[in-house]
């Protein structure tokens, strides 16, 4: 059994080392995808995250609310959201977005953004207001005064933005029901992880398995380098 497993594990090794094209092709669609979802999500849904917490409007409590409920809903259910949406049928037939990256970034889009504006909401609640009040009252733009702010936060926004990406990273719902799984265009590291596992080709899926181990302790560790050189400044 011990054999068998270390069998299993050198034939991944391998495929990652001899830079099997089918397997980087899994994981360059992977990182793509996801990287482009966190980037055309990441600044409107800091924006909203800043407005949630600076600003006092009515239905505020209901917004806020409403997304931290979306932060809990299973990814398979997004998954069916967007593809009831790409769908022919659907408002967004037209774009003709299913079973393509297109549709897999729309629908990470809708995973990580509530991340984003939930957890930059909280990051800039914590925040002294003096350092916002004191940057407009000397002339700054809004703009500025912001960025002010934001280089005042800049490892729980970190934080945030590490923790949004490993979480579309690793989602499998969503990105099965949009992407359909399609080899070369559409397959990511969690698709493949599970069709590998269900067809027995074991050593693929390890292979697929370790870049995400190794990505998790990377991210692991930075988050608690950026945390501890955060701390001495709550003392």
Same mark, same amino acid.
């Given at each position: 059994?011990?054999?068998?497993?270390?069998?299993?594990?050198?034939?991944?090794?391998?495929? +990652?080392?001899?830079?099997?094209?089918?397997?980087?092709?899994?994981?360059?669609?992977?990182?793509?995808?996801?990287?482009?979802?966190?980037?055309?999500?990441?600044?409107?849904?800091?924006?909203?995250?800043?407005?949630?917490?600076?600003?006092? %409007?009515?239905?505020?409590?209901? !917004?806020?609310?409403?997304?931290?409920?979306?932060?809990?809903?299973?990814?398979?259910? @997004?998954?069916? +959201?967007?593809?009831?949406?790409?769908?022919?049928?659907?408002?967004?037939?037209?774009?003709?977005?299913? %079973?393509?990256?297109?549709?897999?970034?729309?629908?990470?889009?809708?995973?990580?953004?509530?991340? @984003?504006?939930?957890?930059?909401?909280?990051? %800039?609640?914590? !925040?002294?207001?003096?350092?916002?009040?004191?940057?407009?009252?000397?002339?700054?733009?809004?703009?500025?005064?912001?960025?002010?702010?934001?280089?005042?936060?800049?490892?729980?926004?970190?934080?945030?933005?590490?923790?949004?990406?490993?979480?579309?990273?690793?989602?499998? *719902?969503?990105?099965?029901?949009?992407?359909?799984?399609?080899?070369?265009?559409?397959?990511?590291?969690?698709?493949?992880?599970?069709?590998?596992?269900?067809?027995?080709?074991?050593?693929?899926? @390890?292979?697929?398995?370790? !870049?995400?181990?190794?990505?998790?302790?990377?991210?692991? %560790?930075?988050?608690?380098?950026?945390? *501890?050189?955060?701390?001495?400044?709550?003392?």
């Amino acid at each position: 059994m011990n054999e068998g497993w270390l069998a299993l594990t050198q034939q991944a090794l391998s495929l +990652l080392f001899s830079l099997d094209p089918e397997v980087w092709s899994i994981i360059s669609v992977s990182f793509s995808v996801s990287l482009a979802a966190l980037v055309i999500t990441l600044l409107p849904s800091m924006v909203l995250g800043f407005i949630l917490a600076f600003s006092r %409007f009515r239905g505020r409590w209901l !917004v806020t609310n409403l997304i931290q409920t979306l932060q809990s809903i299973p990814t398979v259910v @997004i998954g069916l +959201l967007v593809y009831l949406l790409l769908t022919r049928m659907g408002p967004l037939g037209d774009l003709k977005w299913l %079973f393509t990256q297109q549709g897999m970034i729309l629908g990470q889009m809708m995973i990580c953004a509530p991340v @984003i504006v939930a957890m930059s909401q909280a990051a %800039f609640t914590s !925040v002294d207001r003096r350092a916002w009040e004191t940057s407009r009252t000397l002339g700054a733009p809004w703009y500025s005064a912001i960025w002010t702010v934001c280089r005042e936060l800049k490892v729980p926004l970190l934080l945030t933005i590490i923790a949004a990406f490993s979480r579309i990273l690793t989602e499998v *719902g969503c990105s099965m029901m949009v992407g359909g799984n399609i080899a070369g265009v559409t397959r990511n590291i969690p698709t493949a992880i599970a069709l590998e596992t269900s067809k027995g080709d074991f050593a693929q899926a @390890i292979a697929l398995g370790l !870049v995400l181990l190794v990505l998790a302790l990377v991210l692991n %560790f930075a988050l608690g380098t950026l945390r *501890g050189k955060a701390e001495p400044r709550s003392h």
